[in-house]
């Protein structure tokens, strides 16, 4: 499956409510952040605080664009917790971290605008 991050592309194929419920959206604070040396893409490391249920998940981010690692550390971000781990490289990402491209294909990370509880359930 391709995403396409074209603003003017149709939705995607319709699916039920019971399949949007399987994909796990949590919110987590990143507790680290590190350059992701020898990348493709400019990235970082990361290390997300999901809470007591889901604990901490590694990911790896294509925000090096927009963010600093020192601007990342405290952020809330939502991501799906319950793919597969999934090896980008050298590097081991447990959770899918989530952004909108904006004009340029920058990556711009999707958090609430205001401060919930770590582990906090999209819905």
Do not use: C, W
């Not at 949590?26 to 999901?50: N, W």
């Not at 590694?58 to 690692?69: D, F, R």
């Not at 447990?94 to 004009?103: R, Y």
């Amino acid at each position: 499956m391709h995403l396409d991050h074209d603003p003017a592309a149709p939705p995607a194929e319709q699916i039920g409510f019971d399949e949007f419920l399987k994909v796990d959206i949590r919110i987590g604070t990143i507790v680290a952040a590190e350059v992701y040396e020898g990348a493709r893409k400019p990235s970082y490391r990361l290390r997300i605080d999901f809470g007591p249920g889901v604990g901490e998940k590694k990911s790896v981010g294509q925000v090096a664009a927009l963010y600093s690692p020192e601007e990342l550390v405290g952020r809330q971000v939502a991501a799906v917790v319950n793919f597969p781990s999934r090896q980008i490289g050298k590097a081991l990402s447990e959770a899918l971290t989530l952004g909108f491209a904006d004009e340029e294909g920058r990556v711009t990370l999707f958090s609430p605008d205001k401060p919930v509880p770590n582990g906090a359930r999209l819905f």
